[in-house]
């Protein structure tokens, strides 16, 4: 594994344990070099999933891009790196168990969605302002009042 500060490729474990739903393995990491610590997560990849753009485009879907994208939203709110990493699972588990491997791009971002509804309408709307590319300040505001009326 190599060090995300040095880029040395060789680095000792000092800790593993499962994630809370056991679908992931929580690996602290040391690197013998710089001596920082930094954390990995190893995943079973059950089948490769295709992700199908709106353009058509066909790419390997990206745990990463997924993780991220709802990290994003969710930065600077009250929910911690577990219940990102649950979300991920989550989604991922939902999109492996599914019949099909190519999966459209719009049903991944309707799955985030709903997922970061349920936990916070904040986060939620931030990723929807990404994700629904609003044009207009007033499709943004027609969005969020919306939301507010559905309580």
């Given at each position: 594994?190599?060090?995300?500060?040095?880029g040395?490729?060789?680095?000792?474990?000092?800790?593993?344990?499962?994630?809370?739903?056991?679908?992931?393995?929580?690996?602290?990491?040391?690197?013998?070099k710089?001596?920082?610590?930094?954390?990995t997560?190893?995943?079973?990849?059950?089948?490769?999933?295709?992700?199908?753009?709106?353009?058509?485009?066909?790419?390997?879907?990206?745990?990463?891009?997924?993780?991220?994208?709802?990290?994003?939203?969710?930065?600077?709110?009250?929910?911690?790196?577990?219940?990102?990493?649950?979300?991920?699972?989550?989604?991922?588990?939902?999109?492996?168990?599914?019949?099909?491997?190519?999966?459209?791009?719009?049903?991944?971002?309707?799955?985030?969605?709903?997922?970061?509804?349920?936990?916070?309408?904040?986060?939620?709307?931030?990723?929807?302002?990404?994700?629904?590319?609003?044009?207009?300040?007033?499709?943004?505001?027609?969005?969020?009042?919306?939301?507010?009326?559905?309580?």
């Open positions: 594994m190599r060090c995300p500060f040095c040395c490729t060789d680095s000792q474990v000092k800790d593993s344990r499962p994630s809370d739903d056991f679908s992931s393995i929580r690996r602290r990491r040391q690197c013998p710089c001596q920082e610590r930094f954390t997560f190893e995943y079973v990849q059950n089948r490769d999933l295709i992700v199908v753009k709106k353009n058509d485009v066909r790419v390997p879907f990206e745990r990463e891009k997924l993780h991220r994208s709802i990290f994003l939203a969710l930065r600077k709110r009250a929910v911690d790196s577990d219940g990102i990493e649950q979300i991920v699972n989550s989604i991922i588990r939902r999109l492996e168990q599914g019949s099909e491997t190519e999966i459209p791009s719009s049903l991944i971002g309707e799955m985030a969605m709903d997922a970061l509804l349920k936990i916070d309408k904040v986060a939620y709307l931030r990723y929807a302002s990404v994700y629904k590319n609003f044009n207009s300040m007033q499709d943004f505001n027609d969005f969020a009042t919306r939301l507010t009326e559905e309580k």
